[in-house]
């Protein structure tokens, strides 16, 4: 459950949702604009901002082979889990990438907090491989200094070296190297020139493979990707789109893709929640959704959609404000089926088919 405390009043942005990711899976978050997709979002990175406040509930990730619940964890361990196990793609990729800082800095300075062991055992064994090809023996000055930078990492030495620009010029050729060869995957022409391209000099299509090469730099365990081709030409979408599907392919991520475009979920989706004022009110597998909807609120989301010869429906009503939500069911002052039950009570999360799952007083089915 997840509030906001406010002049106005308490905002009840998230009412106890329950979501799972499978691996390797890609789920797809729609509903309306202010339905609680974005905050959703943040609140699975655990970077809701104050007078935002997580009331109750677990989010549990996978980590080392074992279930962790991120809520209880310090900044510190959060720290090391965004980026490396969790990333996010937001809506605005200027507004997250810092502008006075190249491409390059922005993806290696992710790389460094994270990948920085496996980027000096690199350069060591480079370094090794060198000595030996010339018939040297032992260690030089150079290697010396690396192999201290690997074993203690945290130590007064380690930081003086870090600060001496020419003491890391072998794992700054390293990074660059894999920021390149991470451009190269993201489809961009020419990576060593928009490696050094500054924000402001990106296109839009550009903006963003720059943001979720950031994101998937480290081969996350899950992947956010908060409606990542909204302000995007329809061609720049399908590129987008299908670059997300061939690099979640090959790095076996999951992704967690919030839209309310139907025709995205369609196309990249295994699985589809439909969320309403904070509540998810059905989950399905992506064909059973789009051919059975149960809920009311998903047949009217799917008969909203435009279709050659058919007159085109709207939902009435608007989403309601969450300072004051409606009792029961949220969506029952604009469902045509309400009933007495639905303005009092809210509906149980049931499961009416396999993994078909429904907030409705019209079903009922197994808790």
Do not use: W
Not at 159 to 177: H, M
Not at 269 to 283: L, S
Not at 295 to 322: D, N
């Amino acid at each position: 459950m997840l509030r906001f405390y406010t002049y106005e009043g308490i905002v009840e942005a998230l009412d106890g949702i329950n979501l799972n990711v499978l691996e390797n899976e890609t789920l797809g978050l729609v509903g309306e604009t202010g339905c609680g997709k974005s905050v959703t979002s943040l609140a699975t990175m655990v970077v809701v901002i104050p007078p935002g406040k997580m009331e109750k509930g677990r989010i549990l990730l996978k980590y080392r082979d074992k279930m962790i619940n991120l809520l209880k964890q310090d900044d510190a361990f959060l720290r090391i889990i965004r980026g490396g196990y969790l990333s996010m793609v937001f809506q605005e990729p200027r507004a997250y990438l810092n502008p006075v800082y190249t491409v390059r800095d922005q993806i290696a300075e992710v790389l460094m907090v994270h990948k920085r062991k496996e980027l000096l055992q690199t350069v060591l064994e480079s370094l090794r491989t060198g000595r030996k090809e010339k018939g040297l023996t032992g260690s030089s000055f150079e290697m010396k200094n690396y192999e201290r930078m690997l074993e203690k990492p945290n130590s007064f030495v380690t930081k003086i070296l870090c600060k001496i620009p020419r003491s890391q010029r072998r794992l700054n050729e390293e990074v660059r190297k894999e920021v390149i060869r991470i451009l190269r995957e993201m489809e961009i022409p020419d990576p060593d020139r928009v490696a050094e391209m500054y924000p402001h000099e990106l296109s839009g299509g550009m903006a963003q493979r720059a943001v979720i090469a950031m994101a998937l730099v480290c081969s996350p365990t899950l992947l956010i990707a908060d409606e990542p081709t909204t302000n995007l030409d329809v061609t720049i979408q399908a590129q987008i789109l299908n670059l997300v599907k061939r690099l979640q392919e090959r790095s076996k991520s999951s992704v967690l893709y919030v839209t309310h475009d139907l025709g995205v979920v369609a196309e990249i989706c295994d699985r589809v929640a439909v969320m309403y004022a904070g509540n998810v009110v059905e989950t399905a597998n992506v064909f059973d959704l789009f051919k059975k909807p149960l809920h009311p609120y998903t047949r009217a989301l799917l008969e909203s959609i435009p279709r050659p010869g058919k007159e085109f429906k709207s939902i009435p009503g608007t989403v309601p404000g969450l300072i004051d939500p409606p009792k029961g069911c949220r969506f029952h002052d604009r469902c045509a089926y309400a009933m007495e039950i639905c303005r009092k009570m809210k509906p149980p999360f049931t499961e009416i088919e396999k993994k078909h799952f429904v907030a409705c007083h019209l079903y009922g089915g197994k808790k």
